[in-house]
């Protein structure tokens, strides 16, 4: 057993790349081990703003021997097919054997191959993967056609401790790589996988980013700590700044006070989006004026000198975020909103501006579904949802499309539900973010995301496969999730067509799957076109909960066993059964005792349906299960007596009715 160490070390590999091309890196490496039958027990990628590596451990020295068979023609095929078959397997006629294929004498080649060495294997193996490597983006340099994500500058490549001779782009592999670009440039000498990382670290690199990114969260709370803050947690930027660096150093800046009355959202974007500056955290979670940068070294003046340049920075950055919100702050929202008319929103479509007209149209009329809304704050509010689009800070700074807006309302006096809608409409902006909460906002918010389906869905603009360019499964599931977080009672038929709503009933299943909900429960439950997602989900979970119990399973079995019979005899009779049953035609107590149960069950579950009482309709599904089984254990259906079968075929079709109020059952697999 050996293990196997490959690195390739480039400039500078974008932060944003290194995730997924370790990851496809490991992947790729294990299907092609996988496929030449090498047992592999363990197997790590890394990644580092310079380098991408994998070591794989306790690799066998040789592949395993195979015998692989294949199939030939018959023996009585013609002689250029079974000359062919020979020259595909290089083996003479009378080393083919041959064996009865149904009624025919057929070929079968039988070949042993020997084992490789694996060394000569991931060499042929490494040099697949890095010639096909999914870059999102590559490049060409010098006068080599292969392709990188930036220039490369060395392959290390060690089965055991032996040399694997890679070769890629022009470049050879060897023993050789270089730690940190500044603190240690210094060539390494690597002997073998297990020595890999502790040669790095030696030399200022920690090539593991998830030991590197624990590094940076680790010093940074201890950082805070120390000045008496907390750390404003943002997951999103610790891992770029994890991409960023080899070896993370925290210091601490601070922010000119003067600075310090803009909106924190301002002061956080400018040091997020530009800088990678972390915002730290005051008493009642206020934004303090310290940050936390992150440096790719260790200085020898304790990094004053990095924080000086990083501070003369975000002084120039926040003088222009403080001219853009004073200039922003002349002019009202209204006057801004003129400008929504030159915004294109869809060449397909139309402009920003008519947009806001079709949303000031879904809003009105959302308003009587949105318990509280005050419908003149709702048209209020989408009058300038979009204004600060066009602003100097949007501008700058898209994601604060929205929060800026809020600030610009209150600032000209607007009513706190019509700021708070500006700022929430664009919400729940993903699967952590909230949903609107306050009437005004909801409306806004389901007014827009409903304008955005059904314009693009109108022109064609429909997602396929894994494209959705304009973000609208988003928009889908962030109205399903407003509508059930808040209780809503939309019929969603006033405002989608039938290829929106099955779009929604998709949506609807992906999130509920994730939830622990079945899908074919879902569509058992949707097969009777309510679009009121409410409803919908409580119904399913009620139908799920109840089909998990003993009688749910039994009466769900019954039920298809109900289905089928009256499908193969209303088939036969070419005549629908119906819910005629006659009393005084039944011989069997079992029978009777069915019709009984059904007379005092049916009134409960369409009583607990109508108040939507699942569960309750639920339970008294439950007591149909005794006589349902005693009837299929005692009662013949089909009777030899015409009119007896005719009526116990109708209490069957009480049966199917019954449970239909429920959901379409013959859709729940089981």
């Given at each position: 057993m050996a293990d196997f160490l490959l690195e390739l070390f480039s400039e500078?590999?974008?932060?944003?790349?290194q995730t997924e091309a370790a990851r496809h890196l490991k992947a790729a490496f294990i299907t092609e081990i996988e496929q030449a039958g090498i047992e592999c027990k363990s197997v790590r990628s890394f990644v580092t703003p310079r380098r991408l590596a994998l070591i794989a451990q306790y690799l066998p020295e040789v592949q395993p021997d195979v015998t692989l068979e294949k199939k030939g023609p018959k023996t009585s095929a013609a002689q250029a097919a079974i000359d062919g078959f020979l020259r595909s397997t290089g083996l003479p006629l009378e080393k083919l054997e041959k064996r009865m294929v149904g009624k025919d004498e057929t070929y079968f080649a039988v070949i042993h191959q020997k084992g490789q060495p694996v060394a000569t294997l991931l060499k042929t193996i490494t040099e697949k993967i890095l010639g096909s490597f999914p870059w999102p983006k590559s490049m060409r340099w010098g006068n080599n056609p292969a392709r990188w994500v930036r220039p490369l500058r060395g392959i290390v490549c060690i089965f055991g401790d032996a040399l694997v001779p890679v070769e890629f782009a022009g470049i050879k592999a060897s023993k050789i790589t270089y730690g940190h670009r500044f603190m240690s440039p210094q060539a390494i000498a690597i002997k073998n996988a297990s020595e890999y990382e502790d040669a790095l670290r030696n030399t200022n690199v920690i090539v593991d980013q998830e030991k590197r990114r624990l590094e940076i969260l680790k010093q940074a709370e201890t950082v805070a700590g120390e000045n008496k803050l907390s750390l404003k947690r943002d997951e999103g930027l610790l891992n770029e700044v994890t991409g960023l660096v080899e070896f993370p150093i925290v210091l601490t800046?601070?922010?000119?006070e003067k600075f310090m009355d803009l909106p924190p959202e301002v002061l956080t974007s400018e040091m997020r989006t530009h800088q990678k500056y972390f915002a730290l955290l005051g008493r009642k979670e206020k934004l303090a004026s310290k940050f936390l940068a992150v440096s790719n070294m260790l200085t020898h003046d304790g990094g004053k000198l990095i924080i000086a340049g990083n501070e003369r920075v975000l002084r120039a950055r926040l003088a222009d975020g403080r001219f853009f919100f004073d200039q922003d702050r002349k002019k009202p929202l209204e006057e801004w909103a003129n400008g929504l008319k030159d915004v294109t929103f869809h060449t397909k479509i139309g402009t920003i501006a008519e947009k806001v007209s079709r949303i000031k149209v879904f809003a009105a009329a959302l308003a009587h579904y949105v318990v509280g809304t005050d419908q003149a704050l709702a048209l209020r509010a989408v009058t300038l949802c979009k204004a600060d689009l066009v602003t100097g800070m949007v501008g700058e700074f898209p994601e604060l499309q929205g929060v800026m807006g809020r600030y610009y309302a209150l600032h000209q006096k607007e009513p706190a539900e019509v700021a708070d809608a500006i700022r929430d409409h664009y919400l729940p902006l993903g699967p952590e973010s909230p949903?609107?909460?306050?009437?005004?906002?909801?409306?806004?918010?389901?007014?827009?995301?409903?304008?955005?389906?059904?314009?693009?869905?109108?022109?064609?603009?429909?997602?396929?496969?894994?494209?959705?360019?304009?973000a609208l499964r988003r928009a889908a599931l962030g109205i399903i999730r407003i509508i059930?977080?808040?209780?809503l009672r939309i019929p969603l038929k006033k405002f989608a067509d039938d290829d929106l709503l099955a779009f929604f009933c998709d949506r609807l299943k992906v999130m509920l799957r994730d939830q622990g909900v079945r899908h074919d429960i879902i569509d058992a439950v949707m097969a009777n076109g309510d679009d009121d997602l409410t409803r919908v989900v409580a119904r399913a979970k009620a139908l799920q909960e109840f089909l998990e119990t003993y009688d749910g399973k039994n009466l769900l079995a019954a039920y298809k066993r109900t289905v089928n019979i009256l499908n193969i005899e209303e088939k036969k009779d070419n005549t629908k059964y119906t819910l005629n049953v006659k009393s005084d035609l039944m011989q069997q107590d079992e029978e009777k005792a069915l019709l009984l149960a059904f007379e005092k069950t049916t009134p409960a579950v369409i009583q607990s349906l109508g108040n939507e009482n699942f569960s309750g309709a639920m339970s008294a599904l439950a007591a149909l299960r005794p006589p349902v089984d005693n009837f299929f254990d005692n009662v013949m259906v089909n009777a030899d007596d015409k009119a007896i079968r005719s009526n116990r075929l109708c209490l069957l079709a009480t049966i199917r009715a019954t449970l239909d109020r429920i959901a379409d059952f013959s859709l729940i697999e089981g």
């Open positions: 500078e590999i974008p932060a944003r790349m800046g601070t922010i000119d949903a609107p909460a306050a009437p005004v906002s909801i409306c806004v918010a389901l007014a827009d995301k409903l304008d955005t389906l059904t314009s693009m869905f109108k022109v064609g603009e429909k997602p396929t496969g894994s494209k959705d360019p304009f059930l977080e808040n209780s």
